[in-house]
């Protein structure tokens, strides 16, 4: 979770369930609050991309896959403390589909960026004491 404090980051993540209803989530852990956390897959974007083509790229850097059906679902602001470092984001909340099917029957998806924080996604079923980043994106699912 790379981000320059001091800095309004612009990013676009995607909520994408599965048929039980649970969302793809990117777990991490703020050592300062003792708190693990689910993010929404995505990343930031760069100069002159839009939101949806800025996840098409993340999904296809982060896992090597194509996303279908993207659409805008929510535009929030994001201001948090993360490992006690502020942080400021502008976040496209956006919902997708995976173009292949089958990519809804694996456990996890597997990170193949050489930078990556975490490992893998996971399938994630939220409940009222699950933690999502960006927070507003919970309202949305």
Request: hydrophobic share 35%; charged share 35%.
């Amino acid at each position: 979770m790379p981000f320059n404090s001091g800095n309004i980051r612009p990013l676009a993540v995607a909520i994408i369930q599965n048929p039980k209803g649970e969302i793809l989530g990117i777990k991490g852990y703020d050592k300062v609050k003792n708190e693990y956390f689910y993010r929404l897959p995505g990343g930031g974007m760069e100069f002159c991309e839009r939101a949806e083509q800025t996840l098409q790229r993340e999904f296809r850097e982060e896992f090597g896959i194509k996303l279908k059906n993207v659409r805008r679902a929510e535009v929030c602001e994001n201001i948090f403390t993360y490992n006690g470092k502020s942080g400021h984001e502008i976040v496209f909340i956006m919902k997708a589909d995976f173009e292949d099917d089958s990519l809804y029957q694996q456990k996890e998806l597997k990170i193949i960026e050489k930078e990556a924080v975490a490992e893998y996604a996971e399938w994630v079923k939220v409940g009222k004491e699950t933690i999502i980043y960006p927070e507003k994106a919970k309202e949305l699912f």
